[in-house]
């Protein structure tokens, strides 16, 4: 499976960026999971953002909740995190996860993504 994200940039505070993951490749099938993380510099990987299945369960991590939201293309094999209000502390890699099969799985631990995109950068100016 590969993954691509696209989307990062500079952008000032207040500002917003919408950030696309497209996955490709077999066994990956438009019924998968899709999750968003981030990591800051010296900072543990956070949850942002998560898709289950075919877009029917959302979840938004606490630190963005009212803020960000996240979507699916289900036929381009695309999710979408949309990013309004930005703050610098939103400064961060921003990964996407792709989370293989119809199972129950907890969505906001990293350890339960089977592949990851290679990040793209976010940086919100002060």
């Known amino acids: 499976v590969q993954i691509t994200e696209t989307g990062g940039g500079l952008v000032e505070a207040g500002g917003s960026l919408k950030l696309s993951c497209t996955a490709s490749?077999?066994?990956?099938?438009?019924?998968?999971?899709m999750g968003w993380f981030r990591q800051a510099p010296g900072k543990d990987r956070e949850f942002v953002a998560a898709?289950?299945?075919?877009?029917?369960?959302?979840f938004i991590g606490d630190s963005v909740k009212g803020r960000f939201t996240i979507s699916k293309d289900n036929p381009k094999n695309t999710a979408y995190l949309q990013m309004n209000s930005l703050k610098p502390e939103d400064t961060a890699v921003y990964y996407c996860?792709?989370?293989?099969?119809?199972?129950?799985?907890?969505?906001?631990?990293?350890?339960?993504?089977?592949?990851w995109g290679q990040g793209t950068q976010v940086t919100v100016s002060s």
């Open positions: 996860a792709v989370k293989l099969g119809s199972g129950g799985y907890s969505y906001f631990g990293d350890y339960e993504y089977d592949h």
């Open positions: 490749g077999s066994p990956y099938s438009s019924g998968d999971s």
């Open positions: 898709i289950l299945y075919n877009g029917s369960q959302r």
